[in-house]
């Protein structure tokens, strides 16, 4: 099969094509012949040799697909030769073909086609292990997410809204948030001209967000805890603005406040599997009648991952970038 390698880490021209053995499934997993893959800022670290794949997945980048079963492995049940499924991965998703455990592969949701559907297992799986069975946000509450328009972004807007959450983001240009604004947002914050704080202060009586939803690490956790309500939640699911900040515990014990860190890929096969099986109860559901949508930016052919990479770190894009074929 033809699978994108890294043979050195570094800028986009690092992803190549390559013709490498086809993968064969283990006993408990099945083999998928993809239609789609998402393209994820931790592709992007995984190329320039920051973020290594966990021992026993695939080398090659992609965490998540869509496409056929193709095979399966010893003792699954309940998928076979020809079931259209996504899938969420440890790895290998730039690929023709790609194995993963059962427990993480998914049906194509009711009104996704089969192309679109590599645009959810991984965002889908990340929002709602972290702002909903972590952070646990509730009706009412108030919920920021920075990042607004990207992959992430535009499903945590989505599924906080359809929870009666109020939803605040930040972003980079007045076009990104005014898709979040259509996608649910109410808070709309133009991270380089306006100071998030102050704004959701404004905004919310001076009460702050119950659960925020964080991709920048370092550079904003001051001002996240500053912007934590009363029992608020924050999240930490990237470090875009660095790992290393001075955290002021006095400020979290007066609010009652959690920092929490997490990173879906490094979780442990079963973790993985309550996750997935927790998105097909609660998600597949409003994506199937036509509530929860992928935000879909734009595919390249796998040959041309380098051209997807230099796109999403260029930051134009609004929602996902897919691979095909
Ligand atoms: N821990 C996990 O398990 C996990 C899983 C999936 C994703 N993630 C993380 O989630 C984040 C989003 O992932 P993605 O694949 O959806 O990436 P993406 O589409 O490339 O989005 C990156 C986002 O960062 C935003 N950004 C850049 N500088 C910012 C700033 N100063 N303030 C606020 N936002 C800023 C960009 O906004 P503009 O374009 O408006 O500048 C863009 O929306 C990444 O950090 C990724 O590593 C973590």
Redesign the pocket.
């Known amino acids: 099969m033809k699978a994108i390698t890294i043979p050195q880490p570094g800028d986009a021209s690092a992803l190549v094509l390559t013709d490498v053995p086809d993968p064969l499934p283990a006993p408990g997993e099945v083999r998928i012949r993809m239609a789609a893959a998402g393209v ?3 592709d992007v670290m995984q190329r320039m040799g920051f973020y290594a794949p966990p021992p026993g997945a695939s080398e090659y980048p992609g965490l998540e697909v869509s496409g056929t079963v193709d095979a399966v492995g010893d003792g699954v049940d309940g998928w076979s030769a020809g079931d259209e499924v996504c899938a969420l991965l440890s790895g290998g998703g730039y690929a023709e073909l790609v194995c993963v455990p059962v427990e993480q592969v998914l049906p194509v949701p009711t009104g996704v086609s089969l192309a679109d559907a590599a645009a959810l297992p ?2 889908v799986s ?1 929002v709602w292990s972290n702002v909903f069975m972590t952070a646990n946000l509730l009706p009412g509450q108030t919920f920021l997410v ?2 607004g ?5 535009t499903m945590a807007i989505q599924l906080a809204r359809e929870v009666g959450a109020r939803v605040a983001v ?4 007045a076009d ?1 948030l005014e898709v979040c604004r259509e996608l649910g947002a109410e808070i709309l914050v133009n ?1 380089r001209e306006q100071d998030f704080v102050e704004k959701l202060r404004a905004a919310t009586a001076g009460a702050g967000a119950d659960v925020i939803l964080d ?2 690490g370092a550079k904003y956790l001051a001002r996240n805890v500053d912007a934590l309500a009363p029992n608020g939640r924050l999240v930490v ?2 470090l ?2 660095g790992a290393k900040a001075e955290l002021d515990l006095g400020q979290l014990l007066r609010k009652r406040a959690a920092v929490i860190a ?4 490094a979780r442990p096969a079963d973790e993985k599997a309550t996750i997935v099986a927790a998105v097909r109860e609660h998600v597949w559901p409003l994506i199937g009648a036509g509530r929860v949508q992928p935000v879909i930016h734009g595919r390249y052919p796998l040959a041309q991952a380098a051209e997807a990479h230099r796109e ?1 770190e260029a ?1 134009g ?1 609004i929602g996902k970038i897919l691979l095909t074929p």
């Open positions: 994820n800022r931790a991984e965002v990340t920075h990042g328009s990207s992959g992430i972004g930040t972003a980079g240009s990104k991270y991709n920048m699911i990237g875009q603005g997490t990173s879906l890929r999403l930051s894009h």
